[in-house]
């Protein structure tokens, strides 16, 4: 199994950022793709997530507005478009896949972690 990252970077305030996290070794159809970020100091949080196979995103309260998450099923990817990103975005992101059930979409459910992709904001 892999879920690989790519897109991070460093951003200044108010810009935009797209991440990616390509999937294998898995039926991605039968999984809850999400994104999950770690700053330094804090806990895991959950960003956002979406039920691959009826496209049903999810989002935390705090970021719905600034967040959207898409999936290409043929190409077993999901994707994170982040905008108006602040400061306290700053964080480390990581890809997950957790096996489509009831609560899929919360981190304690999370079966696969990618590597993570360093996204840092810029005041």
């Known amino acids: 199994v892999q879920l690989v990252e790519s897109g991070g970077g460093l951003v200044q305030a108010g810009g935009s950022l797209r991440l990616s996290c390509t999937t294998s070794?898995?039926?991605?159809?039968?999984?809850?793709i999400g994104w999950v970020r770690q700053a330094p100091g804090k806990e895991r949080e959950g960003v956002s997530c979406i039920r691959t196979n009826d496209g049903s995103a999810y989002y935390v309260d705090g970021l719905k507005d600034r967040v959207t998450i898409t999936s290409d099923n043929a190409k077993n990817t999901v994707y994170l478009q982040m905008s108006r990103l602040k400061p306290e975005d700053t964080a480390v992101y990581y890809c997950?896949?957790?096996?489509?059930?009831?609560?899929?979409?919360?981190?304690?459910?999370?079966?696969?972690w990618g590597q993570g992709t360093q996204v840092t904001v810029s005041s």
């Open positions: 070794g898995f039926t991605f159809d039968d999984y809850a």
């Open positions: 997950t896949a957790a096996r489509l059930a009831p609560g899929a979409c919360t981190v304690a459910a999370v079966d696969y």
